[in-house]
């Protein structure tokens, strides 16, 4: 299936916080993700804590590290929500 992308408001804010080793990791995986977002290097995940939060699924992608991307599908719509450390999971 081929997907079209957008990202929130907190994804931008948090993204722009990133330094920028981590800014470049985030480009080279975007390249990946836009292919398909759940190739096996991106190591896609569900998140059950924040899906039962939001009532829908919430998957994380891995950049580099512990630094993870999160979205959900809403049609042919992935739509990007945070990315940063495992403290993202909190919010």
């Known amino acids: 299936m081929k ?4 990202a929130v408001e907190p994804f931008w ?3 722009y916080r990133l330094d920028n080793t981590q800014k ?3 480009r080279k995986a975007w ?3 836009n292919e398909n977002p759940f ?4 190591r896609t995940h569900k998140i059950h804590k924040l899906s ?3 009532g829908r699924t919430i998957y994380a992608a891995d950049i580099e590290g512990d630094l993870r991307s999160t979205f ?5 719509w992935i739509v990007t929500v945070d ?3 495992h403290d993202i999971y909190k919010r």
């Open 31 to 33: 390249k990946i993700f």
């Open 52 to 54: 039962a939060l939001y």
């Open 39 to 42: 190739d096996p290097r991106l």
């Open 72 to 76: 959900y599908i809403d049609g042919d």
């Open 24 to 26: 470049e990791a985030t």
């Open 83 to 85: 990315i940063g450390t």
């Open 13 to 15: 804010t948090s993204f």
């Open 3 to 6: 997907y079209r992308y957008r």
